[in-house]
C-alpha cells in the first residue's frame, strides 16, 4: 500500500487469455469483476467494431481474464459508447459507433447475475436522445444523465450540449423512460469526447452535482469545467470556492470522481491535450491529475503528476477503457490508442488519497508516554458501528494495532499502545472500521518520554513571598512537565499523576490543593492558604506505571512562601463623610466619587493621598435621590441616570458630572434622543466600549 497522500501505478500480472488491443471500449466493475465490452480493433490489417464480453476477475492477488459466452440477441459491434452499471449486477450500454460510421442511440443490458451472462434490447419510451457517441452517460441513483456528444440522425453530424435522462425504475421495469432535461441557466458550449462526474461539494451535501470536464468540437479544445445541479437541473456556479479549470485543453482522456470523506476526488488521466492556437496541434499525454473538490483545487504535482504518484507510468494514450474498483481502492486502465492499439492492463492504487467511507480529524489528547495506556478519544466523521474497530499507531517503518470503541458516528476510544521497543517522537494514527481500509487524514500522535519530576519546573507567585500574597485568597503556581531528555510536553492528561503536598508550618495543618490540566503540557496548583504565616509547599509526581506508588520530587521542591493579612485599615485626612444609605460611587481622575442617597453634597476620596475632599461642583445639581446608576464614561466623565426619591417619587433623567482641568461641574444631557426608558430605581447600568454606549 502506498504512503499517505501518494497514488501508486502497477502493471498487474494478469492470468488468463487477454482481449485483443483495442480503444474506445468501456470497463465496468459489477462486484468483483470487471465487464469489459466493445471497442474498436485490427484484425487481418482490417479495422473493425468488437461486440465480445471479457471479465477482468479482481477478487485474487492477481486479476485475470476470461472471455464470457452470452445468451440472448447480441449488439452490433460498436466503439466510444458508454456503458453503466445498473442495478447491483447488470450493465447498461448507449449509443457509439458502429460499421460505416453509423451511430447508435440503442439501449442494451447486460445481466451477469447468473453463471451465463445474458444480453437483453432494452425497451424504451420518450423521448430518446439522437444517435451519438463520444458523449457521456453517468448513473445517479436510479437515473442515468447523458449529455453532449457527436452524432446525429442519417448523414448529418454535429455536437451538442443537450442533457437526457433515463428512468431506470419505475412500475413497468420492462420499458424505461427517456426525458429531455430542460436545463437553465449557460450550459458548456456543445462538445464530444469530454467526462461527466457525479459529486457532491462537499460530499455530504444534498446537492448533487453533474461535472462536466474539457471536450473538444470541430474547431476547440476545451479546458472549462461546468456543473448541472441535479437537484434543480440548472448550470449554475459553486459557492465559496472558485470553480476550477482543466488541467490543461485536454479531450478523450479519463476522469473519475470517487467518494472521499470530506470531500470528494477526481482523478484525470491520460487523453489529448490540445494547443490554444491551432485545432490541428495535439498530443498523447499521459498525466495524472487529481482535484480535492473541497477547495476546487488540483494537488501539486510535476507535468506527470509525479510529485504524488510513484510508479512505472503508462505511455500517452488516449481512449482508454478504465473502471474503480472501490473494495481495493484501484482504478483499472486497459488499452487504448497512440497511433496503434494498446492492450496492457494498469492499475493506479489511490486508497492512500481517497480513503474509507470515514475521517479521522483529531486526537485529543495528541501526546502520551512510551509506556502506552493513554486513553485517547478520536474525532472524525462518519463512523458507524462496527463489530471490528482497529486503530494504528505508525511512523511507517513500526506499527502497532489496537482495539477501538465505537462511542459515536464523530468519536472513536482507544488507549495508546506500549511503544518502549521504538524511538519517541511524531506518528501518524489511522483508523480502520470492519476491514473497509485505514483512513488516509493525516493525523498526528506523539510518544514522549516519560515525565521526568527532576527535569519538570515549577514556578509562580503561590511558591514564593509576595508583595501582594495575603492569605484567604487563591495562591497559583505552574508546574511545565518534560521528558527525560528534558523536552518540554505540550499535551496533558496527567493531572492524577501530581501530588501537591501544602503545610501550614506553625500547626502543621494540611491545606488542600487541586491540580488543573492546562491541556498543554503545563498544570496550575491552586491552594487558599487559611491564616496569615508561612507554609511549606511540596510537589511530587508518581506514574503508577512507571514508578508504582513512589511518589518522586519535582526539582526544586520543597519551598516555602509567607502570606500576611491582605487588608490594611487606611488612615485618612480630613473628615470623613458619615455613613450613609442609597450612595452610588464611581472612579474619576483617580478618584473615588459618591454621589445620591443620603449624602447632601459630593464627597471624593483621593487614594493618593489618602484624603475626603468636598469640591466646589458648579452648575445646578441633580435633584436628591437614592438607588440611582451611577457610571463612568471616561476619566473625567460620569453619567448619572434615573433612580427615586421617597417611595413614589422616580427619575428617568440623564445627568452628567465632568471633571476639566480640576473644575467640577454638573451637566444635565438634555439632548438624549430616543424612545426614552421608564423612570426606574435599582437598575445597574456599565459602560460597552463600543461606541460608548450605558
Known amino acids: 500500500m502506498p504512503g499517505i497522500g501518494i497514488a501508486e501505478w502497477a502493471e498487474p500480472k494478469c492470468d488468463g487469455a487477454a482481449p485483443v488491443p483495442r480503444s474506445g471500449h468501456t470497463l465496468t466493475v459489477v462486484g468483483r469483476r470487471g465487464i469489459m465490452f466493445g471497442g474498436l480493433a485490427e484484425d487481418n490489417n482490417e479495422v473493425v467494431m468488437m461486440n465480445d464480453v471479457y471479465a477482468l476477475d479482481l477478487g485474487g492477488n492477481d486479476p485475470s481474464w476470461s472471455a464470457l459466452s452470452c445468451e440472448g440477441k447480441v449488439p452490433e459491434g460498436r466503439w466510444r459508447h458508454t456503458a453503466t452499471i445498473l442495478g447491483e449486477a447488470a450493465v447498461m450500454i448507449f449509443g457509439g459507433i458502429g460499421a460505416h460510421n453509423k451511430r447508435y442511440n440503442d439501449c442494451w443490458v447486460l445481466d451477469v447475475s447468473g453463471d451465463t451472462p445474458v444480453w437483453v434490447e432494452q425497451a424504451t419510451s420518450g423521448n430518446r436522445p439522437c444517435p451519438r457517441a463520444h458523449h457521456s452517460a453517468t448513473m445517479v441513483e436510479d437515473h442515468l444523465y447523458v449529455f453532449g456528444g457527436y452524432g446525429g440522425h442519417g448523414q448529418r453530424r454535429a455536437f451538442y ?52 470536464m474539457g471536450g473538444r468540437n470541430h474547431s476547440t479544445y476545451f479546458d472549462d469545467v461546468h456543473f448541472l445541479n441535479l437537484n434543480s437541473h440548472v448550470w ?41 492556437t491551432s485545432r490541428t496541434e495535439w498530443k498523447y499525454i499521459n498525466n495524472v ?81 512510551l509506556t502506552g495506556s493513554t486513553p485517547v478519544r478520536i474525532v472524525g466523521e462518519d463512523f458507524r458501528p462496527s463489530s471490528s474497530i482497529k486503530v494504528m499507531f505508525t511512523d511507517r517503518k513500526n506499527t502497532e494495532l489496537v482495539d477501538g470503541k465505537f462511542a459515536s458516528s464523530t468519536e472513536i476510544t482507544c488507549k495508546s499502545p506500549d511503544w518502549t521497543k521504538y524511538t519517541a517522537g511524531e506518528i501518524n494514527v489511522r483508523v480502520n472500521l470492519q476491514g473497509d481500509g485505514f483512513t488516509v487524514n493525516l493525523v498526528k500522535w506523539t510518544f514522549f518520554i516519560n515525565t521526568k519530576p527532576a527535569k519538570c519546573v515549577a514556578y509562580g507567585p503561590g511558591l514564593f513571598d509576595s508583595e501582594n500574597a495575603g492569605w484567604g485568597f487563591p495562591a497559583i503556581f505552574k508546574v511545565q512537565a518534560k521528558d527525560q531528555a528534558g523536552r518540554n510536553r505540550n499535551s496533558g492528561g496527567e493531572s492524577e499523576y501530581w501530588k501537591p503536598k501544602i503545610l501550614f508550618k506553625e500547626t502543621g495543618e494540611d491545606v488542600p490543593a487541586r491540580v488543573e490540566d492546562c491541556e498543554d503540557g503545563t498544570y496550575d496548583i491552586i491552594y487558599v492558604p487559611p491564616h496569615p504565616g508561612e507554609y511549606v509547599i511540596d510537589l511530587g509526581y508518581c506514574d503508577p506505571l512507571v514508578q508504582g506508588e513512589e511518589v518522586i520530587a519535582v526539582r526544586g521542591s520543597p519551598w516555602k512562601a509567607s502570606f500576611d493579612d491582605p487588608w490594611i485599615k487606611a488612615k485618612s485626612q480630613n473628615e470623613a463623610p458619615k455613613a450613609v444609605t442609597g450612595t452610588q460611587a464611581c472612579a474619576i481622575m483617580k478618584k473615588m466619587v459618591f454621589f445620591g442617597g443620603t449624602l447632601e453634597e459630593l464627597v471624593c476620596y483621593d487614594a493618593d493621598n489618602q484624603a475626603w475632599e468636598r469640591p466646589e461642583v458648579e452648575g445646578v445639581a441633580p435633584v436628591k435621590r437614592i438607588n440611582h446608576s451611577m457610571t463612568p464614561l471616561d476619566n473625567e466623565k460620569a453619567a448619572i441616570v434615573g433612580g427615586q426619591f421617597g417611595e413614589k417619587v422616580f427619575y428617568n433623567d440623564v445627568w452628567l458630572l465632568i471633571c476639566e482641568k480640576g ?16 423612570a426606574r430605581a435599582k437598575h445597574a447600568a456599565c459602560l460597552i466600549p463600543v461606541g460608548k454606549r450605558v
Open 161 to 212: 450540449n443537450d442533457v437526457h435522462l433515463l428512468k431506470t425504475a419505475g412500475e413497468d421495469e420492462t420499458t424505461l423512460e427517456w426525458v429531455k432535461v430542460e436545463a437553465t441557466g449557460t450550459p458548456p458550449q456543445p462538445r464530444g469526447n469530454h467526462t461527466a462526474s457525479y459529486l457532491a461539494v462537499p460530499a455530504s451535501s444534498p446537492e448533487k452535482l453533474l461535472m462536466i
Open 236 to 276: 449554475t456556479t459553486l459557492e465559496d470556492v472558485p470553480s476550477p479549470m482543466a488541467p490543461c485543453l485536454i479531450a478523450n482522456h479519463l476522469a473519475v470522481a470517487i467518494p472521499s470523506v470530506p470531500n470528494y476526488k477526481i482523478f484525470v488521466f491520460g487523453g489529448q491535450e490540445g494547443s490554444s
Open 289 to 369: 491529475n487529481c482535484l480535492e473538490c473541497g477547495r476546487m483545487e488540483w494537488m501539486a504535482s510535476d507535468e506527470h503528476g509525479a510529485n504524488f504518484v510513484h510508479g512505472t507510468f503508462p505511455s500517452a494514450r488516449e481512449d482508454v477503457a478504465y473502471a474503480y474498483d472501490k473494495k481495493g481502492g484501484k482504478i483499472f486502465v486497459h488499452g487504448g490508442w497512440a497511433d496503434k492499439f494498446l492492450n496492457e492492463l494498469y492499475s493506479l492504487d489511490v486508497s492512500a488519497i481517497v480513503g474509507p467511507p470515514y475521517a479521522v480529524y483529531s486526537l485529543h489528547p495528541s501526546e502520551g508516554p
Open 663 to 678: 473644575r467640577w461641574r454638573w451637566q444635565e444631557a438634555g439632548d438624549v434622543h430616543g424612545d426614552k426608558w421608564g
